[in-house]
């Protein structure tokens, strides 16, 4: 069975940082492509950031520069380091995991967990 753990979330002012991990269970993390997305009250959810199981990163221009998606293998482990981080970053953040089996595609989630940029 699969599960996707996120943790690392809270509170932080404005101009901090928060490094967010996502903890998988199972054997796929090798060959999963993985992404973080988040979801902020009252809107939809978006892609923030993704990495594939050969390690090339994607991300939504307007965060270029301030996240950086990163995996390791050894820890069956995604994380998302966050820099300067700003009111508009409050939201909940999701692990996305997209594995292709020999029966398709299995998609997983994990349960978020909340960021809040405030002073």
């Known amino acids: 069975q699969v599960q996707l753990v996120e943790s690392g979330g809270g509170l932080v002012q404005p101009g901090g940082s928060l490094r967010l991990s996502c903890a998988v269970s199972?054997?796929?993390?090798?060959?999963?492509?993985m992404g973080w997305y988040r979801q902020a009250p009252g809107k939809q959810r978006e892609l923030v950031a993704g990495?594939?199981?050969?390690?090339?990163?994607n991300y939504v221009e307007s965060l270029k520069g301030r996240f950086t998606i990163s995996r390791d293998n050894a820890k069956n482990t995604v994380y998302l380091q966050m820099n300067t981080l700003k009111p508009e970053d409050t939201a909940g953040y999701y692990c996305?995991?997209?594995?292709?089996?020999?029966?398709?595609?299995?998609?997983?989630w994990g349960q978020g967990t909340q960021v809040t940029v405030s002073s």
């Open positions: 996305n995991a997209r594995y292709d089996s020999l029966y398709g595609t299995r998609i997983y």
């Open positions: 990495i594939t199981s050969g390690g090339t990163t």
């Open positions: 199972g054997s796929i993390f090798r060959s999963a492509d």
